[in-house]
Each structure stands twice: as structure tokens, then as C-alpha cells.
């Protein structure tokens, strides 16, 4: 755990070298993510997250504080955050990855580009790699990304207590909107 964290230490560290126009951060990015079940549906948003791109080798870190996300109801919360995701013992969840076409993303040019991303998810200290599908919107300078995918809480080690199993999805969406 400890080197994961290092890692991506270093890796903003090596970003905040880079000059302003080698980059793009935000951190306010918003992540939710949905569970739906013939008993229950789940959702929760964070606003909270930190992200930075480097346009020019495609490469992409976020973080997410895991007890910034927001549920309707606040005892879903708690259980959230001590019982499932135990936050204090795994207080962030994190991707690592590369944008797998940044040479066709136009930063300087208004468009909509296709894209996609590869890379290592860690959510409750395990790290998965995973690929997702997305969409780069460019207006005026700024651009904004869109990916949803799946996860399940069962690969990240994240225990659901069997009388509970049928209140949460075994595969849950995950939606990222990050503004730049």
C-alpha cells in the first residue's frame, strides 16, 4: 500500500514539473457510482477528485478521497465507509493509467474525441487493471472527460454481509465527469 501511494507521490510530482501548458488538473472532478437490485438502489457522488492529464503522452492520475462520497441517506454512508470500504484502514482510491490516443485528441481544436483508457484501479488496497471507454469534449481551451465502467466490490476484496449480498449489485457503475 505504502508504494502505491509513493508511486503516485512521485508520479504529481513529476507532473508538477511540467509546465502549465503540458498539463491540465482539476480538483473538482465528480465520480459516482450506482448499485441497482430488485430491493434496493444505491447512489452516491463524490466532487472531490483530483485528476491530472499530461495531453502529450496521454498520461492520467486520479484520486478520490473515499469518505467524500454522498449518499441520500446518511446510515448508507456510514455503513459505507466502516463496514465495506473501511475508509480509515483505505482512505483513497486511485487510477494510474495512459490514454490510449492522445495524439488524436486536438486540445487546440472544439471537437468530441473517442478514447479510451488502460491503466491500474486500486479501490480498498487492491489494484486491478482495467479498461475503459470514453469521451474527450474540447471547448474553447478547456476540455471535459466522460467514461463510465464497471466494478465489482467482490474483486476488490470488499466483503458484503449475506443477509445484505441482495441489497447491493455484484457489478456496480462507475461514472467519471472531469472538467479541465
Known sequence: ?????????????????????DKFITKTG???????TAIEAIEAHS?????IV??????????IPIMSFEFKKTLMQEHF???????????????KGIIKNPTSINT?????YKTSVEGELTIHGVTKKIKADGVVVVKDGKFNVKSKFIVSPKEYNIA???RLAG????NIDINVDLDF
Not at 465528480?30 to 441497482?36: A, D, K, L, Q, R
Not at 495531453?55 to 492520467?60: D, L, M, N, Q, V
Not at 465507509?81 to 487510477?95: G, L
Not at 441489497?167 to 455484484?170: C, F, R, Y
Open 54 to 63: 499530461i495531453p502529450s503522452t496521454g498520461s492520467i492520475a486520479v484520486g
Open 30 to 36: 465528480h465520480v459516482w457510482f450506482y448499485s441497482h
Open 160 to 162: 458484503i454481509e449475506s
Open 47 to 51: 466532487h472531490q477528485v483530483v485528476a
Open 81 to 95: 465507509n466502516e463496514n465495506y470500504m473501511e475508509s480509515a484502514k483505505f482512505p483513497k482510491a486511485t487510477f
Open 1 to 21: 500500500m505504502k508504494t502505491k501511494i509513493l508511486s503516485l507521490l512521485f508520479f504529481l510530482f513529476m507532473v508538477a514539473f511540467t509546465s502549465a501548458q
Open 167 to 170: 441489497n447491493i449489485a455484484e
Open 108 to 112: 487546440a481544436k472544439n471537437g468530441s
